[in-house]
């Protein structure tokens, strides 16, 4: 029942729904409009859908069919971050489609956004812990270990993991 209440909370709020998805304590700070999740997708207690836009902007975090996402995981979005349909996230992950800069005399504050898009293939199991940053795409079936920090592009089936993550083979 409070599941059916979050989901109807959010869908008022403006967040895109294809069809039901079950929501578990989630958190979505801003930017509802800016949100689209499809019909079966879970997520657990603890997950939060950070997205920095404009009132106006497009979609910027898109969440695809039968997705489970585990407790804890943050999404961080100021540009576009996609997960295909069928994926598995483990608790506590980050992903990202942005960092700040490091530009020297300028303060922490005032550094600017660099922004690159990330894609989250179809059926692609993330492990507990794992980072995905800006501008990486994991390929569909691939599998990223739990605890790796990924920076790289992951092909399609393949298997990485470490920090930072590398190719460990073929799934």
């Given at each position: 029942?409070?599941?059916?209440?979050?989901?109807?909370?959010y869908?008022?709020?403006?967040?895109?729904?294809?069809?039901?998805?079950?929501?578990?304590?989630?958190?979505?700070?801003?930017?509802?409009?800016?949100?689209?999740?499809?019909?079966t997708?879970?997520?657990?207690?603890?997950?939060?859908?950070l997205?920095?836009?404009?009132?106006?902007?497009?979609?910027?975090?898109?969440?695809g069919?039968?997705?489970?996402?585990?407790?804890g995981?943050?999404?961080?979005?100021?540009?576009?971050?996609?997960?295909?349909?069928?994926?598995?996230?483990?608790?506590?992950?980050y992903v990202?489609d942005?960092?700040?800069?490091?530009?020297?005399?300028?303060?922490?504050?005032?550094?600017?956004?660099?922004?690159?898009?990330?894609?989250?293939?179809?059926?692609?199991?993330?492990?507990a812990g794992?980072?995905?940053?800006?501008?990486?795409?994991?390929g569909?079936?691939?599998?990223?270990?739990?605890g790796?920090?990924?920076?790289?592009?992951v092909?399609?089936?393949?298997?990485?993991?470490?920090?930072?993550?590398?190719?460990?083979?073929?799934?």
């Amino acid at each position: 029942m409070r599941a059916r209440l979050r989901y109807l909370y959010y869908r008022l709020m403006g967040v895109r729904f294809s069809g039901y998805a079950n929501l578990g304590r989630i958190e979505v700070p801003r930017c509802h409009p800016q949100i689209e999740i499809a019909q079966t997708a879970s997520l657990d207690n603890g997950v939060v859908l950070l997205v920095t836009a404009g009132a106006q902007d497009p979609i910027r975090l898109s969440i695809g069919e039968g997705v489970y996402v585990n407790r804890g995981t943050m999404f961080d979005a100021s540009e576009w971050i996609e997960v295909g349909a069928g994926t598995m996230i483990g608790p506590y992950c980050y992903v990202t489609d942005h960092d700040h800069g490091t530009e020297p005399g300028a303060d922490v504050r005032g550094q600017p956004l660099a922004a690159k898009p990330v894609r989250i293939g179809k059926g692609v199991w993330i492990g507990a812990g794992a980072i995905v940053l800006k501008g990486v795409e994991i390929g569909d079936g691939a599998v990223v270990g739990a605890g790796s920090v990924v920076t790289h592009p992951v092909g399609p089936g393949e298997k990485w993991a470490g920090v930072p993550a590398r190719r460990l083979g073929m799934r």
